[in-house]
């Protein structure tokens, strides 16, 4: 896989690897897993917010009926 990265980006990119003594592709790649690993927790978390988003509405719905 090739990828195509901004001249302010390879910039970046070599700066890092550099100052964290790291190969551009290792560095490419954890910062590729941190990445990837965010999305993943942000996607879960959506989806958690939305099952008690319903349960509130749920036991709101609740509430009012009892009140009668």
């Not at 965010?38 to 509405?57: P, T």
């Amino acid at each position: 896989m090739e990828l195509q990265l901004s001249k302010r980006d390879v910039k970046t990119l070599n700066a890092l690897s550099k100052s964290m003594k790291l190969k551009k592709e290792e560095l490419l790649s954890r910062a590729l897993h941190i990445y990837m690993d965010d999305v993943i927790n942000y996607q879960a978390l959506k989806k958690e917010i939305k099952a008690w988003d319903a349960l509130s509405e749920e036991t709101l719905q609740n509430l009012e009926k009892s009140q009668l």
